[in-house]
């Protein structure tokens, strides 16, 4: 069985099961929680950015290090 197949049936399911459930909400609920949404999803790319810029320099360090440690 092809699992990316799975993984985008289980997608837009979800996403079908969503866009269902929000039609049935008052228009301000929907777009509190588009908002909401949003927000969390720019703080995680936010977090992931940091995360990837901490091991960028720790990588960056630890090459430095080792350089330093060749030279002796």
Do not use: I, P
């Amino acid at each position: 069985m092809n699992v990316n197949l799975f993984a985008g049936l289980f997608f837009w399911g979800t996403m079908a099961r969503v866009l269902s459930e929000l039609m049935t909400l008052s228009v301000e609920h929907t777009q509190q929680g588009l908002l909401w949404l949003c927000n969390g999803l720019w703080m995680g790319a936010a977090g992931m950015l940091m995360y990837a810029g901490y091991r960028w320099f720790r990588h960056d360090a630890k090459q430095d290090h080792k350089e330093a440690d060749h030279e002796h």
